[in-house]
């Protein structure tokens, strides 16, 4: 692999490939091929498409989405190409009487004549405005369906939980993707990474994902470690040089001994705990002794309150003595509520009792199977954790682990297309279109509308009907402050339209935390939240409702 | 790549890397550095730890679970050292105080001390049970738990998934996987194939999963390749050879044509539909002419019973006259058992009005977001599908998206280590194990057993004590009829044993079918099913609470 992180590609380079070199032009479903030597063998195979990839509905009971993805299909379609091997294993999978002219054509195919038009990624994103608008020859198109799906579905959702995640946190707080072990297959674990990090989080326990896209990395030891030590006395080299180096410690592991009585029996803390777990003293002495300038310690191994605590106490007022600021505790298991507010005002005792600056305010981090109900009812018990720690639920998305994402037909040919079904809400919108977001007075987003590519745009001060595309009472007038053009060019095909550049990860996270800011509050509740409007020009919703009577079919009452 | 299909591996050769190239040594959390260091640094690293990995809770409501994806963890470790840019990687990692030295220890790691202990991938399996038992210096054995728990958690959770589907959709039924496009990530794609085929899939619609594992591949067309067509009159090519080659048919569009016109005013159709979308007749035309021998067609484009199937019919029946057989149709929408009851009958009557033998049987699949609770409802209601296509449900395991795998510390330096938690079920077994299955006179597996290491293995026919490890008034003496080892020796480390062979696919999936038609019908049901026993030695079971009072820190109420 040598995937470079935060990918910064001008418009003039080369675009790398995807990030899992997993995904090939092979990572497609079988039909893409059949279809695709159906065109070929009815010569439509280079008849000019559009396919819109829209959601229809937004994730976990909430009114928006962010969207993720883009890179990764950028970086697909740049370096599409089949390999000889890859050719052979498709001729393989079809039919022996497919003729050889296919398997020609596939060799030369590549995405110079796509055109992919994109919502930035990092956007905040609503139902079924497209997400990304792809114009080519339909056998090629056809061919990116299942990978751009795969490449947005997930990281769309997952990026969206992070966010949600944050928003129930609070902007103070630190949030750490621990998630790698339990999420959906080793690249499951990396792009959740890479998407929690756009989503709002701050650092992640994922080494390669650190690697690969520079995300702060975060870790310092388990229960494994805690019980793998039986007692002090393991510990041989007991020496620690002070944090400005002008004097050694002979016996760390005394001195820690010596604070450990000193909490036991000082005015304030006295019959609080009796004696700690000795193997647990032993494995945070010697975790100091390692990184005696980030000590943090996990202290549920045993008991919080009467082993874990005062353990860590005695351990971080003997690095204290000799100039070193302990990081604070992490808690997995129990009361989290109870046990950080515990652990405070240990803490703060300490501080007072000793006289130890800042010692109140070491840092608190949970991690227990935590989610977005778990997180506000922290809030609410009221609580001293200052970081999460957050896995499971996060990175399988848990509460709905998929988020559906669909690529359909509009155009061929410049005729419009219609996808009808008997559920209203999966009416695909025709046409070629065109999408802008509208802002009010106030400065939030109003309303998405959708027009015809050819319709002129809607103008700042001008009036404009607004419709839902499907039912015909709900229309309203907008007069917007400020148009914003959703879709962008990132991959110009064989036109002369200029291409974004793929901005790196930092730009992309920066860009999520900004458009959630922007939206009207009521939209990001987590109970009832109010939905955002998607709307279609009065011209389109006319041109879909004469589409859908002219396709579908007229029914006889018997 | 250079996976092989079916990777088949004799013992005394090399084994190939994991299926994902981006499964690497630093795929894993930055504490197993972080505690590494530490190790490294108190002089530990060499300690030999015991480690178990299991689970605390069979998934989806269920009493089973299948154990996958072993095979991957073997290649992982067979091929686990550090390059240079990964030793770089990690230096920059931690804080800048780690030394050198720790360093030139990770570039000498391999794991040809560790040794792994596994129950074979594909069996059923049970809560607290060690799935893989792994023994080595404990720096480097926890450098393995965040991949091996990433490897083996979606694994087994989706093979458990498929197992189900397969259990609620009947043996019968053909079983089609569709899930890359919704799956979490390129490899949560390719993983979901590959399990839910061991699961009891027959096929899946993902190109690059069949390329890898030789999985059968299957699909046909999507509903845009039916709104790409706008009429018959586009199809230039109206040539078809008859399938025996004696005789060609010069305009099949007119033959097609025609038979919808004879389907049309036939005795016993005449009026159960009028015009057919004429789109829909193209794309199945077409569609027909490229694959005349593997007609499939998806037929709810528009309306299923007032064009899809009739048209589908008509198409079929001018196939027929050139002596191909066409293969069925696909419901993606409706409501599947009344349409599939609608389809059969119109087959069965088209079968006896214009006598074409077998055509009643064309084979209907279903694929619209199936999950065990739709098929259990369509066997309910009784419906007429032969095959199902799932997707979503399946590969992001909608019900429940992670099983809780963990990977605890049992044994160090001889000495047997536990974890404590006020949560009783998370308690970990310590000591290093040995576990058999015992089965009953009826052939049905009775109980699974763990002993320590050294305790006599159970006979057959003798009378044995089997515990719950926790619950002291749960015990039972089992005479077993039959006895069985579930830890085998897949990785032997630096010691004499011999090493399991890593079955092919298919063995894995034979084993996993097979495995599952020997349970007791009452731990496979789906509702209430009756939990399979997991015990311990009467030795074992003192032992733990010797060690559980011997570490929990006595209480004071005050």
Chains 1, 2 share one sequence.
């Not at 969206?160 to 944050?166: F, S």
């Not at 007022?317 to 240990?346: H, M, P, T």
């Not at 009521?522 to 006319?542: E, F, G, I, Q, W």
Request: net charge negative.
């Amino acid at each position: 692999m040598d995937a470079k992180p935060n990918g910064e590609y001008s418009s003039d380079r080369v675009v790398d490939g995807p990030t899992n070199p997993m995904v090939t032009p092979l990572l497609t479903d079988l039909y893409q091929f059949t279809m695709a030597y159906a065109y070929w063998k009815a010569g439509k195979h280079q008849d000019q498409a559009v396919f819109d990839l829209y959601f229809r509905k937004n994730p976990f009971g909430g009114e928006y989405t962010i969207f993720a993805g883009l890179e990764e299909c950028i970086k697909f379609i740049a370096n599409f190409k089949f390999t000889e091997e890859e050719i052979d294993f498709i001729r393989q999978s079809l039919p022996p009487s497919c003729e050889d002219g296919f398997f020609d054509y596939l060799r030369g195919i590549d995405c110079s004549d796509v055109e992919v038009y994109a919502i930035p990624e990092g956007s905040a994103v609503f139902p079924k405005v497209p997400l990304l608008r792809i114009e080519g020859p339909i056998a090629v198109v056809q061919l990116l369906e299942t990978p751009f799906v795969n490449l947005i579905n997930y990281a769309s959702l997952v990026t969206t939980n992070a966010a949600r995640h944050r928003f129930v946190a609070g902007k103070s707080k630190i949030l750490l993707e621990f998630g790698l072990r339990r999420a959906q297959g080793p690249d499951g674990g990396i792009g959740a990474s890479k998407y929690c990090y756009i989503g709002g989080f701050d650092a992640t326990s994922n080494v390669a994902a650190g690697r690969l896209f520079g995300i702060p990395l975060r870790g310092t030891h388990s229960h494994a470690f805690v019980s793998s030590y039986m007692s002090p006395d393991e510990i041989i080299d007991k020496l620690l040089l002070s944090n400005d180096g002008s004097s050694i410690c002979e016996d760390f592991v005394g001195l820690v001994q010596t604070w450990l009585s000193k909490i036991q029996w000082s005015n304030s803390l006295r019959g609080t705990f009796g004696e700690t777990n000795q193997s647990e003293l032993a494995a945070f002495t010697s975790y100091a002794l390692a990184f005696p300038n980030n000590f943090l310690a996990l202290v549920d191994t045993y008991d919080v309150v009467r082993s874990g605590i005062p353990n860590f106490c005695a351990v971080a007022l003997a690095l204290s003595d000799l100039g070193y600021k302990a990081v604070g505790i992490r808690l997995d298991s129990g009361d989290l509520a109870y046990l950080s507010c515990e652990a405070r005002r240990f803490f703060c005792t300490i501080e007072k009792e000793f006289g130890v600056p800042g010692f109140g305010n070491l840092t608190i981090t949970a991690s227990n199977d935590l989610n977005e109900e778990t997180l506000d009812a922290l809030n609410k018990q009221g609580h001293e954790v200052d970081a999460y720690g957050i896995g499971t639920y996060l990175v399988t998305c848990y509460a709905q682990a998929a988020l559906g994402v669909v690529f359909k037909l509009v155009e061929i040919n410049n005729q419009p297309r219609i996808k009808l079904s008997e559920d209203v809400s999966k009416v695909s919108i025709p046409c070629k279109k065109r999408c802008y977001r509208l802002y009010g007075k106030e400065g939030y987003p109003l309303v998405d509308l959708m027009t015809g590519e050819n319709e002129p745009p809607p103008k700042v001060g001008e009036r404009i009907l607004c419709r839902h595309p499907f039912n015909e009472s709900k229309r309203a007038y907008v007069v917007p402050q400020q148009v914003e053009e959703l879709l962008k060019c990132y991959w110009p095909g064989s036109s002369d339209n200029a291409r974004e550049i793929l901005p790196p990860l930092k730009d992309i996270r920066e860009r999520c935390i900004k458009q959630l800011e922007q939206m009207r509050p009521d939209h990001m509740r987590r109970l009832n939240p109010t939905p955002y409007k998607v709307s279609v020009s009065a011209k389109l919703y006319d041109f879909i409702h004469f589409l859908w009577l002219n396709e579908a079919p007229v029914g006889e009452l018997q």
